[in-house]
């Protein structure tokens, strides 16, 4: 079973669809990450703008 999953992996890792899928992983993990370790700002910056827009009657 291991042995069978094992070399699955390595088949899908080996061609370039199966890599293509990691890069995109990879790409959605750190905008992910960039997400939850600027939320606060992003959220104050969204908040201040539409602040902005609600007090210049827009």
Same mark, same amino acid.
């Given at each position: ?6 070399l699955?992996m390595?088949?899908?890792?080996g061609n370039?669809?199966g ?8 790409l959605?993990a ?9 939320k $606060? $700002?992003?959220?104050?910056?969204v908040?201040k703008?539409f602040?902005?827009?609600n $007090?210049a009657n827009f």
């Amino acid at each position: 079973m291991i042995a069978r999953l094992r070399l699955m992996m390595i088949q899908t890792l080996g061609n370039k669809k199966g890599m293509e899928m990691v890069q995109v992983a990879i790409l959605v993990a750190i905008a992910v990450a960039v997400g939850i370790i600027f939320k $606060s $700002s992003v959220v104050d910056f969204v908040n201040k703008i539409f602040k902005a827009l609600n $007090s210049a009657n827009f």
